[in-house]
């Protein structure tokens, strides 16, 4: 079965950087695109980024365009989030999750995602 391990998370000063990994196992990683989602406390679930499963496109949403970058290593099936100049307001529970298909498609929609780690607390504060 699926199975997806974040690790990474911690407590980072603002404007600090942190990485995020994703590993996966239980299916063939390289055959779907990936994502990351999170959710802040007494918040909803927030769509972050999603990379395709050939590395070819990476997407994000607007609120960490510019500071977040997504990448995954095929080989290695593992994925990452680099998140730099965070903010305050980035203080949530990331979650990796396996998007359902391959090739050019993907969706930001998180209810499509099929499978989903147990998450990563980030914590940003002085």
């Known amino acids: 079965q699926v199975q997806l391990v974040e690790s990474g998370g911690g407590l980072v000063q603002p404007g600090g950087s942190l990485t995020l990994s994703c590993a996966g196992s239980?299916?063939?990683?390289?055959?779907?695109?990936m994502n990351w989602v999170r959710q802040a406390p007494g918040k909803g679930l927030e769509w972050v980024s999603s990379i395709l499963s050939d590395e070819s496109k990476t997407y994000y949403a607007d609120s960490v365009k510019g500071r977040f970058t997504i990448s995954r290593d095929n080989a290695k099936n593992t994925l990452y989030l680099l998140m730099n100049r965070l903010r305050s307001e980035d203080s949530a529970k990331y979650y990796c999750a396996k998007g359902p298909t391959g090739g050019s498609t993907w969706s930001a929609n998180y209810l499509e995602y099929d499978g989903w780690g147990q998450g990563t607390q980030v914590t940003v504060s002085s």
């Open positions: 239980g299916f063939t990683f390289s055959s779907y695109y």
